[in-house]
């Protein structure tokens, strides 16, 4: 069974940080490549960053500079380090692998 959860995330000020972790279980995780994207109200689900075999990177224009993808193919386990956090960064954050999805978590960016 493949599981991916989530943690992390909240509510936090502008320019503020938050830290968003992924455990994999189920899936070959040293040969998966790993996303996170993000859905606020009204608007498209859309990728932020992803992170590939070994690590190669990719992130989305809005956040780079900003976020870090990193993943831990010992610990399973990929995560979004996300930092000068703007109020448009605030969404639903989900992690992802080829159909398999997390829960989903809340990142509130406001004063």
């Known amino acids: 069974q493949v599981r991916l959860v989530q943690s992390g995330g909240g509510r936090v000020q502008p320019g503020g940080s938050l830290r968003l972790s992924c455990a994999v279980s189920?899936?070959?995780?040293?040969?998966?490549?790993m996303s996170w994207l993000r859905q606020a109200p009204g608007k498209e689900r859309e990728l932020v960053a992803n992170?590939?075999?070994?690590?190669?990177?990719y992130y989305r224009d809005s956040v780079r500079g900003r976020f870090t993808i990193s993943r831990d193919n010992a610990k399973n386990r990929v995560d979004l380090e996300m930092n000068n956090l703007k109020p448009e960064d605030t969404a639903v954050y989900f992690c992802n692998t080829g159909s398999y999805w997390g829960q989903g978590t809340q990142v509130t960016v406001s004063s």
């Open positions: 992170i590939g075999i070994p690590s190669g990177t």
């Open positions: 189920g899936v070959t995780f040293s040969g998966a490549v």
